[in-house]
């Protein structure tokens, strides 16, 4: 089965901080998202990547930014965190570039930024 | 107006009975459907795809709607472990919107 790790379960920072969310896939995927996961507000998409060195922004893609250096991996960044992107974030990857059919979901981060 | 709408509920059921619910969309140019299940601080997974026609998968049915732009998933004999959030998803084209989910807690 697909294996999508997230660097860490939780996590706590600062406000001002500089944050680095690690994603890495093993089924050799092309596409991979992040995802932010909010109570009554569902999974917003924030970035996301269907090929190496390529991104594209989501729906709320401020105050962050990504990297996708190898296939396999897709580095979430927090240039500077505020206290409201205190979430839990969600990585995922899928095989199918068009119709994105079945997304496998990182177990997630839960960042908490003071 | 939200893409992809949702009743949150909880819908506390016992076991052995039948649940449904719905989920709305907006954009009539959607062109897929899901259901995922999340349980309880996890992640969410696929549960089902939804076809135009109707699609059964053991207990779960799922049903699409274009003309009304909802889609809605029932459970048949309810058990203890389908207790989750199950989250509705709408494709066009490349994205993917999620509802904000509807808790299912079914008890003994």
């Known amino acids: 089965d697909v294996k999508v790790t997230q660097s860490s379960r939780y996590l706590v920072k600062r406000t001002g901080e500089k944050v680095f969310l690690e994603c890495v896939q093993d089924?050799?995927?092309?596409?991979m998202f992040w995802y932010r996961q909010d109570p009554g507000l569902g999974l917003r998409l924030i970035y996301f990547?269907?090929?190496?060195?390529?991104?594209e922004k989501g729906d709320i893609p401020e105050g962050y930014s990504v990297s996708r250096e190898k296939k396999e991996r897709f580095s979430l960044i927090l240039e500077s965190a505020s206290t409201n992107q205190t979430s839990m974030y969600l990585c995922?990857?899928?095989?199918?570039?068009?119709?994105?059919?079945?997304?496998?979901f990182g177990s997630g981060t839960q960042l908490s930024v003071l | 107006r939200k893409e992809v709408e949702q009743d949150p509920g909880p819908f506390n059921v016992p076991e052995g009975a039948t649940v449904a619910f719905n989920c709305t969309y907006s954009?009539?140019?959607?062109?897929?459907f899901f259901w995922y299940r999340q349980d309880c601080r996890k992640e969410p997974k696929l549960l089902m795809s939804?076809?135009?026609s109707g699609n059964e998968d053991g207990r779960f049915t799922a049903q699409l709607n274009r003309a009304s732009q909802y889609i809605s998933l029932l459970i048949r004999d309810s058990k203890l472990s389908d207790s989750a959030t199950y989250l509705c998803?709408?494709?066009?084209?490349?994205?993917?919107?999620f509802g904000a989910g509807t808790t299912v807690t079914v008890r003994a």
């Open positions: 995922a990857s899928s095989l199918y570039r068009v119709s994105n059919e079945k997304l496998f």
């Open positions: 089924m050799d995927h092309e596409n």
């Open positions: 990547s269907y090929d190496v060195k390529m991104k």
């Open positions: 954009n009539s140019a959607s062109q897929s």
């Open positions: 939804v076809y135009s």
């Open positions: 998803v709408v494709n066009w084209g490349y994205k993917l919107s």
